[in-house]
């Protein structure tokens, strides 16, 4: 069982940054793949990024390429997401997630998820 907290979110303008968190408790979480995603009112769950267990390598939605970043700590058993440039399309519920195995980007595929963070850019 693993449990997932975020943090992190706020209201940025665009053009700014933020850095999201992702606290995992459990002895296990090295050896799961993390995933972020999105919510906004109206539409689907989007994929964000994800990690390998490993951190070895990284996936990234086409709409944020080249201005998001994750990372993972596997010694404080946490993840990030750092989001530069961001735009008012990236606004919604950051939402981190974990499952055992290879990175996916389907959201049902991951077995836990934490309750999200806000993040919100105004232009």
């Known amino acids: 069982q693993v449990q997932l907290v975020e943090s992190g979110g706020g209201s940025v303008q665009a053009g700014g940054s933020l850095r999201l968190s992702c606290a995992a408790s459990g002895s296990t979480f090295k050896s799961y793949a993390m995933g972020w995603f999105r919510q906004t009112p109206g539409k689907e769950r989007e994929f964000v990024a994800a990690?390998?267990?490993?951190?070895?390598?990284?996936y990234y939605a086409d709409s944020v390429k080249g201005r998001f970043t994750i990372s993972r700590d596997n010694a404080k058993n946490t993840v990030y997401l750092q989001m530069n440039s961001l735009k008012p399309e990236d606004t919604g519920v950051y939402c981190c997630?974990?499952?055992?195995?290879?990175?996916?980007?389907?959201?049902?595929?991951?077995?836990?998820w934490g309750q999200g963070t806000q993040v919100t850019v105004s232009s």
């Open positions: 997630a974990a499952r055992s195995g290879t990175v996916v980007v389907r959201g049902e595929a991951y077995d836990y």
């Open positions: 990690i390998t267990w490993r951190g070895s390598s990284s």
